[in-house]
C-alpha cells in the first residue's frame, strides 16, 4: 500500500467536490463517495491511487507528517499552522475570505486592548501584530458569531462566504486578513520520492483549474 | 572487546558510521559544553532553525542557553588564519522548542563545519560527505542541490515582510503565491516567470540547468547555473544515492549563500539532512574566513528503525524458589552462550513476549 499515492481529502463539500477533480484527472475510485460504507480507506490500486477522508483542519498534519502523500487543504488553515509541507497549486474552489468581523456601527477605540474571538489564534496575533494593535485573543470552536453579540469580544476573526450569517446576526466586515482558497499540498519527503505521481495529478489537477 | 552491532538502534549505528566516514576525511571531533551564553544566539536569531531557546541564569548572574545549534559555537571559536581549513565534526544533543506543540525537545544532531580559507575542493568534499552520509543511513535516499545565488540575482536584497513572504512561497513551490508577492514587490514580469518556472524546476540537473539557462539572460544566475552543474559534475560518481537539483530550496539567505542543499530518506516524512556554504554568516560574525557544512537530523531516524522483532526474548526461563541461584544462573549462562535471549523469572510476566518456555528441573533440562 505505500506505493501508492495516498490523499488526505477534506470531509464535507468541498472535499466531494476536490475527489471530483481526481477523478476528472483520471484517478477515480467511486467508492469514496458511497456514504453507506463505514471503510475509512479507499484505494484504486489500478490507478496507484488510495484516498482517506480527514477532518478539513487535520490534511495539514497528516500531510506533514507523511501519512498523506498529498492532500487539499483551505489557506485558513495552511496560514494557521504553518506545516512545513510544499503548496503546489491553488485549486480556484472553496472561495471565501479571512475576515475581520463586528456589530454593525461597533467603533474601534485604539486606547482600549482590542477583545478577538477566534479559531485561528496564529493568524489573528500575526495580523493585528503588524498593525502594533494591543489584542486579547479569544480562542473559540465555534460558533464565533456568538462572541461579540454576547459582549464576549469586541470583534472576530473568521471565514466569510457571503456574509449572510453575519448579517442575519447583525454583524459586518469590516475588513480582510486574507484571501482563501483550496490548496494542493504535498509532503516535502513524499514529493522526492513519488515526484513522478505528484507531477502527474498535479499536471492534471492544473489544466482544470486554467480551464 | 567484540560488539554486536545488531542489538544498536538505528540512529546509534549511523552515529558510528558517520563517525568513522568523517574520520576518515579528516574531521576532528568538536565537544562543546551544554551551556552557552545566550548573547551568541541572540545575535543570530535567524540563522537557528527555531527561534525559541531555551535560557536561564546562572550563578553569576549571566543569561546562559541551553545550545540549539552547535555551528555558531565552531564559528565562535575559530581563528582567522590565512591559508588554514579546519575541519571538524560533533554528535551533540540540541535544546529546541517545538514551534508546533511548545515543549521543550532534546535532539540529536550530527554534522560537520568546513571552516578557513576554503576553496572550490573543500565545497565539493562537503558535498561529497554530505551524499556519503545518505547513503549510509540508507539506499533509497536522495541529495537535492540548489544555488542560492539565482533567487538572490532577482530579489531585492532588503529585508522586508514582503521578501521574507516571497522566498517562503518559493520554498513552498507555490507558484500563486510567488505571483502575488512578487506583484507587491514590483519585480517584472520576466523575472517573475523565472521565479515561478522553478518551483518545477526538480529533477535531473542536466534537463533542469538546461531548461532553465533558456528562460534567462541574467548573467549572475547563469553563473550560479554553472556553478552548480560543475559541483555536480564532480560528485556525480557516488553511487547509492540521487543527486537532483532542487531550486526551491532557501536556506535563510542573510546567512547563507552559494550553494545549499538538503537530503531525504525514504520513510522518513522530513528532511534528515540540511546544509551549504554560509560565507554571510562568517561576516557577521567578524570572522573573514568563508565556510561550508552541514548537520544530520537523527532524531528523524527512529521511524526507520524496522524492529519488527516479534519477541522480547527468545526464552522465558521459570525457576522456583526451591531452585539454587547457582543452577539458574548456570542455565541463563548455557543458554546466552548459544547466542539465545534469556529472561529469568519466578512467573510469566503479564506483557513478556517469548519464543519457548523453559521451566528449571522439568524434563529434559
Known amino acids: ?211 | 572487546m567484540k560488539i554486536d552491532t545488531s542489538i544498536l538502534k538505528n540512529e546509534e549505528k549511523v552515529i558510528l558510521n558517520l563517525r568513522s566516514i568523517y574520520k576518515q576525511y579528516g574531521y576532528s571531533c568538536f565537544k562543546m559544553s551544554k551551556f552557552e551564553e545566550y548573547d551568541l544566539y541572540g545575535q543570530n536569531k535567524e540563522f537557528l532553525v527555531s527561534d525559541s531557546v531555551i535560557t536561564f541564569t546562572d550563578t553569576s548572574g549571566k543569561l546562559m542557553a541551553l545550545k540549539p545549534d552547535v555551528t555558531l559555537s565552531i564559528v565562535k571559536q575559530t581563528k582567522n588564519v590565512c591559508g588554514q581549513v579546519d575541519r571538524y565534526y560533533y554528535n551533540e544533543n540540541v535544546y529546541r522548542i517545538s514551534e508546533k506543540t511548545h515543549v521543550y525537545k532534546e535532539i540529536m544532531q550530527t554534522g560537520l563545519e568546513c571552516i578557513g580559507d576554503i576553496g572550490k575542493y573543500n565545497i565539493c568534499e562537503v558535498l561529497r560527505l554530505a551524499a556519503m552520509s545518505l547513503a549510509s543511513i540508507s539506499g533509497d535516499s536522495i541529495l537535492n542541490i540548489s544555488h542560492l545565488g539565482v533567487v538572490s540575482a532577482i530579489i531585492p536584497e532588503i529585508n522586508t515582510q514582503d521578501t521574507q513572504l516571497l522566498l517562503g512561497c518559493i520554498e513552498e513551490k507555490n507558484p500563486h503565491g510567488i505571483k502575488e508577492a512578487c506583484e507587491r514587490l514590483g519585480v517584472s514580469s520576466s523575472d517573475t516567470e523565472f521565479l515561478v518556472s522553478l518551483t518545477t524546476a526538480y529533477g535531473d540537473a542536466g534537463e533542469v540547468i538546461s531548461s532553465l539557462r533558456n528562460r534567462t539572460t541574467n548573467e549572475k544566475i547563469l553563473v550560479a547555473l554553472y556553478e552548480i552543474e560543475n559541483i555536480i559534475g564532480m560528485i556525480s560518481d557516488i553511487s547509492d544515492i540521487k543527486i537532483n537539483v532542487d531550486f526551491s530550496i532557501i536556506n535563510d539567505i542573510g546567512y547563507y549563500n552559494g550553494l545549499v542543499f538538503r537530503g531525504y530518506v525514504k520513510g522518513v516524512p522530513q528532511r534528515v539532512l540540511s546544509g551549504g556554504q554560509y560565507d554571510r554568516l562568517m561576516t557577521k560574525m567578524g570572522k573573514k574566513s568563508r565556510a561550508v557544512g552541514f548537520a544530520v537530523y537523527l532524531d528523524m531516524l527512529e521511524r526507520m528503525d524496522n524492529d519488527d522483532t516479534e519477541y522480547d526474548t527468545d526464552v522465558l526461563l521459570l525457576y522456583s524458589a526451591s531452585d539454587k541461584p547457582q543452577d539458574v544462573m548456570k542455565m541463563v549462562n548455557k543458554l546466552t552462550s548459544m547466542g539465545k535471549k534469556v529472561t529469568a523469572e519466578m512467573r510469566i510476566p503479564e506483557k513478556l513476549t517469548y519464543r519457548e518456555i523453559i521451566e528449571i528441573g522439568k524434563e529434559g533440562n
Open chain 1, 1 to 211: 500500500m505505500s506505493e501508492l499515492l495516498q490523499v488526505a481529502l477534506p470531509k464535507g463539500r468541498l472535499g466531494e467536490k476536490v475527489y471530483e477533480m481526481f477523478a476528472k484527472a483520471g484517478f477515480e475510485c467511486p467508492e469514496v463517495l458511497d456514504k453507506t460504507t463505514r471503510k475509512l480507506i479507499f484505494e484504486n490500486s489500478e490507478k496507484g491511487i488510495c484516498y482517506f477522508w480527514v477532518k478539513p483542519s487535520d490534511v495539514a498534519i497528516y500531510v506533514e507528517r507523511g501519512a498523506a502523500d498529498i492532500g487539499v487543504a483551505g489557506k485558513d488553515i495552511l496560514l494557521e499552522y504553518k506545516p512545513e509541507i510544499f503548496e503546489l497549486l491553488d485549486l480556484n474552489i472553496g472561495r471565501c475570505r479571512l475576515a475581520v468581523a463586528a456589530k454593525r456601527g461597533f467603533r474601534d477605540r485604539p486606547e482600549r486592548t482590542l477583545r478577538v474571538a477566534t479559531k485561528f489564534p496564529n493568524v489573528t496575533l500575526d495580523y493585528y501584530g503588524k498593525k502594533c494593535r494591543d489584542i486579547d485573543i479569544i480562542k473559540l470552536n465555534g460558533s464565533i458569531e456568538l462572541a461579540p453579540i454576547l459582549g464576549l469580544s469586541d470583534v472576530i476573526v473568521d471565514i466569510v462566504e457571503t456574509g449572510t450569517t453575519l448579517l442575519e446576526n447583525n454583524l459586518e466586515p469590516t475588513e480582510t486578513v486574507a484571501p482563501i482558497s483550496a490548496r494542493l499540498v504535498a509532503n516535502r519527503s513524499s514529493f522526492q520520492f513519488k515526484n513522478e505521481a505528484i507531477t502527474k495529478v498535479l499536471g492534471e489537477l492544473r489544466r482544470q483549474v486554467q480551464e
